[in-house]
């Protein structure tokens, strides 16, 4: 599974990671249209709301116990799929 993490991050800068999300269709095009019409990379604009987000709502980190079974709850759940 490691193989598979290194390749996702590959091109990337170092802490940054590649991720899916699903968002309502009206949303994404509004804020493709706003970063259309602001000339900015749509990835910056998420940046921005991301940043503002957190910034009003500061969250403490997950318990390494709890994170660990949430990630092996993922990382079985994607070896499911590639069955």
Not at 9 to 16: E, M, R, S, Y
């Amino acid at each position: 599974m490691d193989n598979n993490k290194d390749s996702l991050n590959t091109g990337l800068p170092p802490g940054w990671t590649r991720y899916t999300i699903i968002i309502r269709t009206q949303h994404l095009e509004k804020l493709r249209a706003f970063a259309f019409w602001a000339r900015i990379p749509l990835k910056t604009v998420f940046e921005k709301i991301f940043e503002k987000f957190l910034d009003a709502n500061p969250v403490e980190p997950i318990p390494k116990r709890e994170k660990n079974e949430i990630d092996n709850l993922f990382e079985v759940k994607n070896q499911k799929k590639g069955e």
